[in-house]
């Protein structure tokens, strides 16, 4: 069975571009994570929702993030316009229930805003 | 807002001797789940706790929920350079999905 799958593995962008981070969650999962991952900071959600409706969004850091689930097998996260403070690990999560089901993480994206 | 610390923040460990990682929230739990980041890796769920006292066991990995559910504990016993990674504790409350993860502790295991 596929996995959590994100793109790109890697991204190097210069600061003020756009950046879409891009997630297909395990198929039949109805919860979605956003994480951002720093060595300062952690693991940090950033966002998540259940059956494509945001729940919560209260880690994410500024306007300059968004991040939308137009479908039960799509996400993305938009960083617009990038900061070389955003260069982190992002990893997305799916798991099937959203109450206390184990979350599967995504390989993850490395950020570098230079 | 809700917090979840974990101690200590790096061990060094000589392979065959034991290893042991705190968790400790600042608020009741409605259960607790253990990750392993191997370096360069993406969390992997190990366990969840849900029941006060809870102990659970896998392999030489014993998992222990407190009686209050605001702590837990992870022992391993004998370490091998397999368990090399960073373990997270990550705490959950009510029903709604939203985990808070510990800083996690990173495990060196000597040869």
């Known amino acids: 069975d596929a996995g959590v799958i994100q793109s790109p593995r890697h991204e190097v962008t210069e600061m003020g571009q756009e950046v879409t981070l891009r997630c297909k969650p395990i198929s039949g999962h109805n919860s979605l994570f956003w994480y951002r991952q720093t060595m300062m900071r952690g693991l940090e959600l950033l966002i998540y929702f259940n059956n494509n409706v945001p729940i919560d969004d209260s880690g994410m850091p500024e306007d300059r993030f968004s991040a939308k689930m137009p479908n039960a097998s799509f996400s993305t996260l938009k960083i617009q316009p990038s900061e070389p403070r955003d260069s982190a690990v992002y990893f997305c999560a799916s798991s099937l229930h959203r109450g206390g089901y184990e979350q599967y993480f995504g390989p993850g994206t490395r950020l570098t805003v230079t | ?111």
Request: net charge positive.
């Open chain 2, 1 to 111: 807002g809700q917090q979840v610390m974990q101690i200590p923040q790096y061990q060094h460990v000589q392979e065959g001797e034991d290893f042991t990682t705190y968790c400790n929230s600042s608020t009741t739990l409605s259960n607790i789940q253990w990750y392993k980041q191997r370096p360069g890796g993406h969390p992997v769920f190990l366990i969840q706790l849900v029941k006060s006292g809870e102990v659970k066991k896998q392999k030489r990995l014993t998992f222990q929920f407190g009686e209050a559910k605001k702590n837990s504990s992870l022992h391993i016993t004998a370490t091998q350079t397999t368990d090399v990674g960073t373990y997270f504790c990550a705490g959950g409350s009510g029903n709604t999905g939203k985990l808070i993860f510990g800083q996690g502790t990173t495990l060196q295991v000597k040869p």
